[in-house]
């Protein structure tokens, strides 16, 4: 059951009024995200909010949004992605961290994973994504220009990170189709009712078991062995720890990048003028990636209100769910200049698509790396290309084309 394509599956029904019945997985909400911001905050509307998912707030500027960040008094990370329950795993480890972790403990998470991400690690990887982009190119078969169309996003885009963080953790890659299938019941499909019978999930937490349990038999050279031999304060890591990192790795690594990879192809089939510049200025390279990054971020975070609070005249509740949809802050005209406009040159850009404050993407020169090579390879594949048919956006926090048909017009 697709929670795009039976809106009548949704537990609140369409939202009809976005200031105070927000819902971010309406499938409205992803397809007009950009409008919907830019009208809430034209109306005087900085802070959105909804009495779904238990009451949920939505700050839709960037000095807001970073506020909230930061605010790890009022604001606790506990919980991640919105959704009609509440976190069960306790503090301070939570259930995926450091991503779910508060302070102080976060930082002893976070500083755990960021050798296996430096610069100098994920470096090493663009060969390997770039043979693999071009595989999937090649898998497309025969291309007739002006004739052939291709889905951007279910043939190529979705294949990339998958296969790359599925390599890291010493997963079979052959598994992609199942952890795509995860990504949409964790991501997706947070406004349907809840079926306590319901046992056609993928069991993530099961499949996640067994890798350890072999991982533990037969150790490697990769990110599993990695974190079942770490420690903190001389111990190692509990099976909960190891567990739930693995969920931040596969969730984090996989639907925000390939989201990343097919709204910059979305991009640049709806604007030919920036595709022919990319083709023929190959050094805006560069800038473009962090434009891309700006104008279509895909990801949106969200915090639990620690206990009542006062937030500029909103009554948040303890509990309540805070949507940080760092997609708006980038869009935000009293932060960047030409905020709304895609600036393929833009030469300062100190955008949010990473986040804010102490969860800032520890992946994030991963994503650059595969975002940069998996658009250099498309359009040294494909010179010119349009849309050949309709986009069908994702629906929850993370944004991007989930079917991106486009017609091939050029062949290199």
């Known amino acids: 059951m697709s929670a795009t394509s039976d809106a009548s599956s949704d537990l609140y029904g369409p939202v009809e009024d976005w200031a105070d019945d927000l819902d971010h997985a309406d499938p409205e909400y992803n397809r007009r995200a950009h409008e919907i911001w830019h009208d809430l905050r034209e109306g005087g509307c900085p802070v959105a909010h909804s009495d779904r998912y238990g009451g949920m707030w939505a700050p839709l500027t960037h000095d807001y949004v970073k506020e909230v960040a ?46 296996p991400f430096s610069p100098k690690r994920i470096e090493a990887w663009d060969d390997d994504v770039r043979d693999l982009c071009r595989s999937l190119l090649d ?20 294949h990339i990170p998958v296969n790359v963080i599925a390599r890291m953790l010493g997963f079979p890659t052959t598994d992609d189709d199942y952890f795509r299938r995860c990504v949409h019941e964790l991501i997706e499909r947070v406004n349907e009712p809840l079926d306590d019978e319901r046992d056609d999930g993928p069991r993530l937490d099961l499949y996640l078991d067994r ?29 909960e720890h190891v567990r739930g990192s693995m969920v931040l790795l596969l969730i984090a690594g996989i639907d925000t990048t390939w989201s990343a990879i097919g709204s910059s ?27 891309f990054l700006r ?33 708006a802050a980038n869009r935000d005209p009293a932060f960047f200049d030409d905020a709304e406009e895609f600036v393929i040159d833009r030469a300062e850009n100190r955008h949010a698509a990473f986040g804010l404050g102490i969860h800032r993407c520890l992946g994030s020169n ?47």
């Open 70 to 115: 930061y605010d790890t008094e009022h604001f606790t990370s506990q919980g991640v992605i919105v959704n009609r329950g509440r976190p069960i795993a306790p503090p301070p480890v939570g259930p995926a961290p450091p991503i779910t972790s508060d302070p102080p403990f976060h930082q002893v998470a976070r500083r755990l994973l960021l050798p």
């Open 139 to 158: 898998d497309m078969g025969d291309i007739e220009a002006g004739a052939s169309v291709v889905d951007a996003a279910v043939q190529y885009a979705q």
């Open 211 to 239: 890798q350890i349990e072999e991982h533990r038999a037969n150790p490697r050279d990769d990110l599993t062995t990695f974190l079942l031999e770490a420690e903190i304060d001389g111990n190692k890591l509990s099976h």
């Open 265 to 291: 192809l979305w991009h640049l089939a709806t604007h030919p003028d920036d595709l022919e510049r990319l083709r023929n200025e190959p050094d805006l390279m560069q800038f473009a990636v962090e434009e």
């Open 295 to 327: 104008a279509y971020a895909p990801v949106t975070m969200a915090r639990l209100v620690k206990e009542d609070h006062d937030f500029h005249g909103c009554p948040m509740k303890a509990d309540e769910w805070v949507l940080l949809p760092f997609p």
């Open 366 to 412: 991963l994503a650059r790396l595969e975002l940069r090579v998996a658009i250099e390879e498309f359009i040294a594949r494909f010179p010119a290309f349009s849309l050949g048919g309709e986009t069908r956006w994702s629906v929850g926090q993370i944004r991007g084309p989930r079917e991106l048909p486009l017609r091939i017009d050029a062949v290199a």
